[in-house]
């Protein structure tokens, strides 16, 4: 599947931020103790394990921030499956460039490639319902953006980018306010019609009154078990997306997608990926 980029003038601070950490207040000392300033070299990013590639993008700028004159050339674009051994890119030109930017450029890929073979995972057992698989907000903090585009490299969908995206009203929001009718009349009153409203429920009662008052679009089943869920669907009939969220587990994901919501949200996909093993091999 191609996926557009998202422009590399938005992704550069963050990636600039990592180098600065990784190369300290002196730069890599290292490399310049033993490699000659005129050393030429090419080097190989290579999958060691199967994967779903993300973080290609984000590698290509880390070594163009610490060197324009670089030729890197991706070889398997962001979103495309990979097996041990490929090289997924090459990098060409000074040595000392390259090593300067091995580690963050593998950070980033290693990190993000790691999301998205998860996500392709419960992707894959979602398959043949309409249920899609999205995010959740939690995420590693200052890398919120790339983790979310690594979970579209994987096949999956996104949740909101930030508190100020759509209203999401959780059960503490329900609990401060006094109730669901609250919370549901308050909103009516203060949302725009170009803000969505989401309303989190872990009981059916609650969802029964979410029904009665009104004023959300998509609700939020929390914490069910497969039969609640499956009863939730039918009460709810087709009024209002319906997102499966709480108690997200790989094992679980068939049985989720089968009750027929429409959305299965997990935070694990984020907090809970391996990194992937990837190496740059001169």
């Known amino acids: 599947m191609s996926f557009a980029s998202v422009p590399d003038l938005i992704l550069e601070p963050m990636i600039r931020g990592a180098l600065m950490e990784d190369l ?15 050393t030429t070299f090419s080097a190989r990013l290579n999958a060691r394990e199967d994967a779903v590639i993300s973080g290609m993008q984000v590698a290509q700028i880390a070594f163009h921030l610490v060197d324009p004159s670089l030729t890197v050339t991706t070889l398997v674009p962001d979103g495309s499956a990979c097996v041990k051994g490929d090289t997924l890119m090459t990098v060409e030109g000074s040595a000392a460039s390259i ?18 073979t998860k996500t392709a995972g419960f992707v ?15 995420t590693t903090p200052g ?20 508190l100020s995206d759509a209203i999401l009203i959780k059960d503490n929001h329900i609990a401060a306010a006094g109730g669901v009718r609250q919370v549901l009349e308050a ?18 009662d609650q969802l029964a009154e979410v029904l009665e008052v009104g004023g959300a679009s998509v609700v ?21 997306k319906t997102e499966a969220s709480g108690n997200v587990t790989f094992p679980r994901i068939a049985e989720i997608a089968a009750t027929g919501v429409d959305y299965i949200s997990s935070g694990a996909l984020t907090h809970s990926a391996r990194t992937v093993d990837l190496g740059l091999d001169f």
């Open 187 to 204: 909103t009516k009153a203060y949302a725009s019609h170009m803000m969505a409203v989401e309303i989190e429920v872990d009981r059916l």
């Open 99 to 116: 090593l300067s930017a091995e580690r963050v450029a593998l950070n980033f890929a290693g990190r993000l490639t790691g999301i998205a």
């Open 124 to 138: 894959a057992e979602a398959a043949g319902t309409s249920a899609r698989i999205t995010c959740t907000r939690k």
């Open 24 to 38: 300290g207040s002196y730069g890599d000392v290292t490399t310049r103790a033993v490699i000659p300033a005129d």
């Open 143 to 162: 890398l919120r953006l790339v983790e979310k585009l690594a979970v579209l490299h994987g096949g999956g969908f996104n949740h909101r980018y930030s």
């Open 220 to 240: 939020l089943l929390d914490n069910m078990d497969t039969g609640t869920l499956r009863q939730a669907v039918e009460m709810v009939d087709g009024r209002m």
